[in-house]
């Protein structure tokens, strides 16, 4: 397999404004227009006031089922070490992933070469919003991991990883701690990859329980903050 650059391009700057712009056009704005139609329905102050207390309910409920929905993303991982602990988080359902490959299906597609490796990577990853990476005890060594991981990255598309050697795998149970991946993948400057995505370690006495929590918040948050 031919080496890959383990350079990526640069980060962006986000403005905080953003941020503020967004707050304004789900809550703000339905409070605002539905003061206005409340004073026509019921004139004088307690109209405005009526109206725009519905318009913020409204505008808070809908950011809250934006959020609510299920968005789709890609998992990264070691496939011969964690495919079973990979799995776990799967059925946690509140997330939309890439389909499952069985232990033959990917062996074959190995055998097939490695620009069938990248095609399959490139349709499977191609309109996810999000790559999850599920570190294992050896996912940072994998050089088809850091291919994602730069191929992500320089897509413009959110990042984020999580530990979960702590996963108990039905064959070997729980496994070491491995290295963050985003380590090995560097800017221009030698800053790491690292720097700029984040990477969580659930506690290990309720690793599962805190992933199935915390999975569609930390993936929205990659969204909302990505560097890149």
């Known amino acids: 397999m031919t080496k890959k650059k ?10 905080d404004s953003n941020k503020e712009n967004t707050r304004f056009r789900n809550i703000a704005l ?21 109206g725009g207390a519905i318009g913020s309910v409204i505008g808070s409920t809908s950011k809250k089922d934006k959020k ?26 509140s997330i939309e992933g890439n389909p499952p490959t069985t232990p033959n299906e990917w062996e074959q597609l190995k055998r097939t070469g ?10 499977n990853m191609k309109y996810k919003r999000c790559i999850v990476v599920l ?3 050896h996912t940072a060594e994998r050089p088809w991991v850091k291919h994602e991981i730069i191929k992500a990255w320089n897509s413009g598309k ?10 108990k795998c039905p064959r070997t149970g729980t496994s070491k701690k491995g290295k963050n991946p985003f380590d090995q993948v560097t800017f221009k400057d030698g800053t790491k990859l690292s720097s700029v ?24 948050h990659a969204i909302q903050n990505k560097a890149n």
């Open 6 to 15: 383990t350079t990526v391009k640069g980060p962006k700057r986000i403005p």
């Open 30 to 50: 339905p409070a605002f227009l539905g003061a206005v139609l409340g004073s026509f329905l019921v004139p004088g102050i307690g109209g405005v006031a009526l």
């Open 68 to 93: 609510m929905a299920k968005v789709p993303v890609f998992y990264s991982f070691h496939f011969d070490n964690d495919v079973m602990r990979v799995q776990q988080i799967r059925n946690i359902g």
């Open 114 to 123: 490695a620009k069938a490796v990248e095609n399959w990577i490139d349709q």
């Open 135 to 137: 570190i294992g005890s």
């Open 158 to 167: 959110a990042l984020l990883g999580i530990h979960i050697h702590n996963l």
């Open 197 to 220: 995505i984040p990477c969580y370690d659930p506690n290990s006495t309720r690793a599962y329980n805190e992933i199935s929590e915390n999975l569609s918040a930390w993936i929205n």
